[in-house]
């Protein structure tokens, strides 16, 4: 049989038989685009945290902190948001408060916001829909290591009133330990 006539074959079989109906529920979802707007605003305000507790100049903090919100928002991924983590860490370096400064401890759920909304909104197109399902499986987790964090950098906090090195670097020892256990490792 020849193709011609096998593609009219499958043409008379598929008219004489229609496809079954199929229906398909949606549940509720958010536009991709809404996702870069977060990670952008994340990527924002965690360099503009970090910058607040420095002695930087206040137009060069908004330029930077600007520049890599738009790139966030126009191109994001893991790069903006490592970019806004790393250059927000470097900005503590050279806090009042340095080299220990208590700062670290809040900014780093912060810093894990960040990442994460940056991996998804380089994940999802701008136009796309998101379900919400999709978006709370890896919610919750995030959430639980934000909220330990969190606990933990309250703790330090509240004991570095009384002595702020040995301390410090303790808390940052042991929430960089949570996060090697419970956050997923890329392989390339």
Do not use: K, N
Not at 81 to 103: C, I
């Amino acid at each position: 049989m020849t193709l011609r006539a096998e593609l009219q074959d499958w043409r008379h079989r598929r008219h004489d038989r229609p496809m079954p109906t199929v229906q398909v529920e949606h549940g509720t979802a958010v536009r991709g685009v809404w996702l870069r707007i977060a990670a952008a605003c994340a990527a924002t305000g965690l360099l503009l945290l970090a910058a607040a507790r420095t002695d930087v100049i206040v137009e060069l903090a908004l330029v930077g902190a600007g520049s890599v919100g738009g790139w966030s928002l126009v191109r994001p991924g893991r790069v903006p948001a490592h970019l806004a983590v790393v250059v927000s860490a470097l900005l503590l370096l050279g806090s009042r408060s340095a080299p220990f400064d208590p700062a670290v401890l809040w900014l780093l759920p912060a810093a894990l916001l960040t990442v994460r909304l940056g991996w998804w909104a380089e994940h999802v197109a701008g136009g796309t829909l998101v379900e919400v399902a999709a978006l709370r499986r890896e919610v919750g987790r995030d959430l639980l290591i934000v909220a330990v964090s969190t606990v933990v950098a309250a703790v330090a906090w509240a004991v570095t009133a009384w002595t702020a090195g040995p301390l410090l670097v303790l808390g940052g020892l042991a929430l960089v330990v949570l996060a090697w256990w419970t956050l997923p490792r890329w392989t390339p």
